[in-house]
Each structure stands twice: as structure tokens, then as C-alpha cells.
């Protein structure tokens, strides 16, 4: 075992960026991922301004697609209508159309893989495995607390469709996360802490990948 552990980490990087389906462009890409309220809508913000990346949202993508009325966001908006579930594949060729598009080589992508079926069909679609997952761990009681501060009205509903968004979250993506904390691909920060002080853990991470000045 000993023997293999000797690559340096800027080799794997790499790796990660090299064979892909974005017309052989290379990218750095890290999936965000972390419960309703975990703050890692603000702390996007933060790593697109100081470090350089582009934030993708797979929602963002499927609204704007639907927005744009074209053949593909009318079976979009179909779909989700009728309560099912958009295609991994739908969604990971929105995801890949944008980073085409896009001139930059570094992509936050944010909420996704939701789940394992999303997670293997991004790899397969994309050949892009990412160069890490950036996990904001938070409790739930905290994640609550923050949710229903953000929502004034009638907590009881608020209370009720908060908890079903934590099962889903738990359910579906933990498994996610489990799958590439075994790759040790998972950068886990406290997201219960304040804001800034999450950022300096962000930065910590982040800091390969500072802007040249």
C-alpha cells in the first residue's frame, strides 16, 4: 500500500481536468453541496469574487431554460408540472452547454449531483470527475433556526416543508457525499459558524486556486 500514496496531489489535479466532453477544454470543477440553510448560496458568492470561478446552479439552468421557451424547456416545464423528476441527463447537458460557453475553466457547481443516479450519470455524460466536493455541514436544528428567521408568516408550514427538504437532503445526497468522502474528495467545512468566519475555512481550501494577482 505504501508505495502508491507517493503522487504528488498537483499530478492528480491533472488527471481530473484531462479527458472530457467539453471539446477536450480544460476545467476545474467542485460540486457544492449542503442542506437548505447552510449558507452555501453566500459563500458561492464569495469563492466566484476571490478566487475566479463560475457559479453554475442546475435550478438556475432549468429555469432559464424553460424562460427561453424553447422545445427542450416546454418538455422541461412538462415534466415538472406533472411532478416528475427532470432527467440527470437533461440537466447535465444544460450543465455541460455552460461550461462550453463559458470562457472560464473553473466552475462551482452548486446543488448537484442531488443524488447517486445524478453523480454517475455526470461522470459517464461528462467524463469530469470533480476536483473536489465542497460539503457546508450543518445541523439541522441550526439550518431551521436560520430558515424560518429568513421566513415570516405561518411557521407551522414553514416548519413542516422545511423538514421534508432536510429527509430529501439526508436521503439523497448524503450518499453523495459518502461516495466521495471515500475518494477523500470531500473538503467538509462548519457551516454553523458565522459567516466570515466559514469564509476563512472557504479560503483555506480555495487558496490553490487564488487569482494571480
Known sequence: MGTVVDAPAAVTQKEEVAENMLGNKKVTVVFVLGGPGSGKGTQCSNIVEHFGF????????????????????????????????????????????????????KFLIDGFPRNEENRAAFENVTKISPAFVLFFNCSEEEMERRLLG????????????????????????????????????????????????????????????????
Open 150 to 213: 429568513r421566513n415570516e408568516g405561518r411557521v407551522d408550514d414553514n416548519i413542516e416543508t422545511i423538514r421534508k427538504r432536510f429527509k430529501v437532503f439526508v436521503e439523497s445526497s448524503l450518499p453523495v457525499i459518502e461516495y466521495y468522502d471515500a475518494k477523500e474528495k470531500v473538503k467538509k467545512i462548519d457551516a454553523a459558524k458565522p459567516i466570515p468566519e466559514v469564509f476563512e475555512d472557504v479560503k483555506a481550501i480555495f487558496a490553490p486556486y487564488a487569482k494571480a494577482a
Open 54 to 105: 463560475t457559479h453554475l446552479s442546475a435550478g438556475d439552468l432549468l429555469r432559464a431554460e424553460i424562460k427561453s421557451g424553447s422545445e427542450n424547456g416546454t418538455m422541461i416545464e412538462n415534466m415538472i408540472k406533472e411532478g416528475k423528476i427532470v432527467p440527470s441527463e437533461v440537466t447535465i447537458k444544460l450543465l455541460q452547454q455552460a461550461m462550453i460557453n463559458n470562457e472560464n475553466d
